[in-house]
């Protein structure tokens, strides 16, 4: 992807320069991985019952947070192509990263915390690449986009580990891509 990014962000003008590079990585990482090594744990559920509060409190915190520090209350409404295309991305990234990343080193740690600690490491390098798309910034820079997927991937592997479920973290990490998204599309910054 260290290679992608530029070449793509040389070639396609953001955003969709942007989409290209998730589109990629889609399908030479997460559908691949998502379907042949996650079998089918754990489980895929977003219910309220039995459910403790604190993850549902998490997992919807999570994008409202993002979105006010993103910015999106105070997004241009006005390009409605950019808008739908934040919410795509995000509806479809959100959920494929956490059946790639949480579900597929949950099913195959064996409880192991350590083992879903590398995926949460290289969930968090995933990002790096994305720093090198020419002409965008990141609002907090590189400390800002890493140290939020390591944070934001902390609290879903703990939702997923409390669960055993990557439904709430799917939900949130949606609803973040959203929230991030839209202010991102329309400014090339976030």
């Known amino acids: 992807m260290s290679a992608a990014v530029p070449a793509a962000s040389a070639a396609v003008a953001f955003p969709y320069g942007y989409v290209c590079i998730l589109a990629i990585y889609w399908i030479i990482y997460c559908i691949p991985v998502a379907v042949g090594c996650a079998g089918d744990h754990p489980k895929v559920t977003v219910r309220l019952s039995g459910v403790r ?34 919410i795509a991305v995000g509806a479809i990234n959100g959920p494929l990263e956490e059946f790639a990343w949480r579900r597929t080193y949950r099913s195959n740690a064996y409880g192991s915390w350590r083992f879903e ?29 890493l140290g939020g997927a ?35 599309f329309q400014t090339g910054s976030t």
């Open 53 to 86: 509060w604190p993850v549902i409190a998490a997992a919807l915190a999570l994008p409202c947070l993002v979105a006010i520090g993103a910015g999106t209350p105070g997004a241009r409404f006005g390009d409605i192509e950019l808008i739908l295309l934040a």
């Open 117 to 145: 600690a590398v995926g949460l490491v290289m969930f968090t390098l995933w990002h790096v690449p994305l720093l090198l798309f020419s002409g965008v910034s990141y609002e907090f820079g590189a400390l800002g986009l």
């Open 150 to 184: 390591f944070f934001m991937g902390f609290v879903w592997l703990m939702m997923t580990r409390a669960t055993n479920s990557v439904g709430w973290p799917a939900v949130s990490h949606a609803l973040v891509n959203i929230g991030a998204f839209i202010p991102f």
